[in-house]
Nanobody
Framework: QVQLKESGGGLVQTGGSLRLSCAASGRTFSSYAMGWFRQAPGKERETVAAINWSGDRTIYADSVKGRFTISRDNAKNTVFLQMNSLIPRDTAVYYC?????????????????WGQGTQVTVSS
């Protein structure tokens, strides 16, 4: 089992940047695929980006391609989401999650462990 804790959220103006971090407990972090997700008020949770166990394969939602970058540091049990050129539509609670499947997965249903989330608010 793995426990996840997100950090780095906050309030930023349109065009600004934030870097989210997700620290994981457990010695098997490197065996999990990881993902970032978000949920805006009144909307379903959606996948933002995902990364495989080694970090050499990534996938992004079309809405964030070219603006967001997911990465991981297995030595530090941490996954990151660098968010640039933020827009108000990016406002949401952002969650990280871990999947027992070590390859590249995208669907929220493929992820087994979830963090509590961190709020990102982009003002216009």
């Amino acid at each position: 089992q793995v426990q996840l804790k997100e950090s780095g959220g906050g309030l930023v103006q349109t065009g600004g940047s934030l870097r989210l971090s997700c620290a994981a407990s457990g010695r098997t972090f490197s065996s999990y695929a990881m993902g970032w997700f978000r949920q805006a008020p009144g909307k379903e949770r959606e996948t933002v980006a995902a990364i495989n166990w080694s970090g050499d394969r990534t996938i992004y939602a079309d809405s964030v391609k070219g603006r967001f970058t997911i990465s991981r540091d297995n030595a530090k049990n941490t996954v990151f989401l660098q968010m640039n050129s933020l827009i108000p539509r990016d406002t949401a609670v952002y969650y990280c999650a871990a999947s027992h499947y070590s390859g590249l997965v995208y669907s929220t249903r493929a992820f087994d462990y979830w963090g509590q989330g961190t709020q990102v608010t982009v003002s216009s």
